[in-house]
């Protein structure tokens, strides 16, 4: 068992665990049908020899080089390897359309570019005979995976990143408009990920899987960075359609998850009449959880609840790509339920006037890439970073977050609804996978509700109902009276300004393939309410 360890960046943190752990088990990859593990003396080897090709092909100190690959083995060697060299990682999410990735390319000045070439990264097995390095400035390919791997040199001849220096430039997720680029430093990356580690009671014999991509900085700090301080085992899902398959095989002992997981595994325990059933969702997953973490957006109740009952309790976590990115995290002893958690130790939170939530300290980004207003218009001359989130403090310190600042809906006659809360309400019936509340300058609160599939299936079975197509489910009187008297029953204890009055049925739901999801899975509610402006127009007429 390997103690922690310290360091000012990510790679003196990774060139410290490779001298100490070497030989040792560090990440498990699928190949060939099989998973398979190497060492930590194999990933030293690939980022010495990856980073010694970046020199000798001419990637300098500074220089952008975009990381364009799902998760996978050469995701982690590349990250390390550019900052061995002294440059900028520019992680992008592979689901981004060409337009928006040129957009982003063309943003942050990217010099080069990792890419795959396959037609299906997944089909491949994670194959590396598709990833090249490619010069962006000329157009030209300038090396296979194969060959990048070939030089060698020692790690300890790379020099250590100065803290200040900038590490990342992360693109959020874009919730609203166009995605800005996040300005991290080594340093910001080093202190989240320590401090995280120190909150948290995690060992080094723990077994982490990880399916959230390391694009997004939820997954790159919770589980890449913390497993290298940590020197435990990382093991990397092949999808997200195999996670319970993957959680079966590599029975890991810790998971990061976002709600929108949490919430179809609560469903399929559910579903499966099992709720009350020790050990059901344990066995789903593989026997040996030790602790879920959650974070990315707000975790339904009932499933933290179904969570709970089955003696596999979620820990939340807050925080945003601006800030490293965590602020607040519980752990398996300190916690509160329905909070996020309390501040990581030498993190600053407070709450502002008007219910925001700010917060200070080394996690805090450098700034937006190219972007001094927006910038200037959310870090304060005294360090505070505004999250646009609302919340509160409680008498011990625990943060509850209540909805998004620029999300609240007020109404006509003026009254303030944080949608977030009611639509965690809705999501709790089994009959609705999601729900989006609309009702910004209107009279009342309206809908779209996205059933769930094979729960209103079996219940037109069970009522025994003459229905011959989707469009004919979605319309048929039995139907319809059944949601509007589970809405009603949901939030009876609502007062009267957040009750839905009028709710219409998706025949489709809101998934990151057609754009109205962010990658970590949190709705994107203006475009959405932009595609679906027919159906919302028609509840208000």
Not at 48 to 58: H, N
Not at 188 to 217: G, I, K, Y
Not at 447 to 454: Q, R
Request: glycine letters at 8%; charged letters at 25%.
């Amino acid at each position: 068992m390997s103690a922690p360890i310290h360091g000012d960046s990510i790679f003196e943190l990774f060139v410290r665990r490779a001298m100490i752990s070497g030989e040792t088990p560090a990440l498990w990859t699928f190949e060939q049908g099989e998973f398979r593990s190497c060492t930590w003396d194999d990933l030293a080897a690939d980022v010495a020899a990856v980073a010694a090709s970046f020199r000798r092909l001419g990637v300098s100190p500074g220089d952008r080089v975009a990381v364009e690959l799902p998760n996978c083995h050469e995701w982690i060697i590349a990250d390390l390897a550019i900052a061995a060299v002294g440059a900028v990682s520019v992680p992008l999410h592979v689901s981004y359309r060409t337009e928006e990735r040129l957009r982003l390319l063309e943003h942050c000045g990217a010099k080069y570019s990792l890419r795959s070439f396959g037609e299906d990264w997944e089909e491949s097995g994670s194959t590396t005979e598709d990833v090249s390095l490619v010069d962006l400035v000329d157009q030209t390919e300038l090396e296979s995976w194969d060959f990048l791997t070939v030089d060698a040199a020692p790690l300890t001849e790379f020099s250590l990143p100065r803290p200040d220096d900038l590490a990342t430039i992360v693109y959020t997720s874009g919730t609203t408009g166009h995605p800005k680029g996040v300005m991290l430093s080594h340093g910001n990356l080093a202190f989240d990920a320590l401090a995280l580690v120190e909150a948290f009671d995690d060992s080094s014999e723990d077994r982490r899987l990880t399916f959230l991509p390391f694009s997004h900085l939820y997954a790159r700090t919770c589980d890449l960075y913390t497993w290298i301080i940590l020197g435990n085992e990382l093991v990397l899902a092949r999808s997200r359609e195999t996670i319970l398959d993957d959680c079966k095989l590599m029975r890991p002992t810790l998971i990061n998850g976002v709600p929108y997981f949490y919430q179809k595994v609560a469903d399929a325990v559910r579903a499966q009449g099992k709720i009350e059933e020790p050990g059901t969702l344990q066995k789903m997953l593989g026997g040996r959880i030790k602790m879920f973490a959650s974070g990315g957006a707000a975790l339904a109740d009932y499933a933290a609840d179904i969570f709970a009952k089955q003696d596999s309790p979620i820990r939340n976590g807050y925080g945003l790509s601006e800030s490293a990115p965590v602020i607040t995290a519980s752990s398996r002893k300190i916690y509160r339920p329905r909070s996020v958690g309390r501040a990581l130790p030498g993190v600053e939170v407070r709450i502002a006037d008007d219910g925001e939530v700010l917060t200070r300290g080394p996690h805090v980004m450098q700034g937006y890439y190219h972007d001094e207003a927006a910038t200037a218009a959310v870090i304060d001359e005294q360090g505070w970073l505004q999250t646009g989130d609302l919340g509160h403090l409680d008498e011990d310190n625990f943060l509850f977050i209540t909805g998004r600042k620029k999300e609240l809906i007020v109404t006509a006659t003026g009254k303030k609804v944080a949608p977030a809360q009611i639509e965690s309400v809705l999501a709790s019936d089994p009959l609705i996978a999601q729900a989006i509340v609309i009702g910004e300058g209107r009279n009342f609160l309206t809908a779209l509700i996205v059933p769930e599939p094979d729960v209103l299936r079996e219940f037109i079975r069970l009522e025994r109902l003459w229905v011959f197509s989707k469009r004919g489910a979605l319309r048929h009187r039995k139907v319809l009276a059944t949601y509007r008297e589970r809405i009603d029953r949901l939030l009876a204890d609502h007062p009267k300004h957040e009750q839905i009055a009028r709710f219409t049925l998706m025949g489709r739901g809101f998934t990151p393939d057609s754009g109205e999801m962010t990658p970590k899975l949190s709705l994107r509610r203006d475009l959405i309410q932009r595609n679906c402006a027919a159906e919302i127009e028609a509840m208000y007429r």
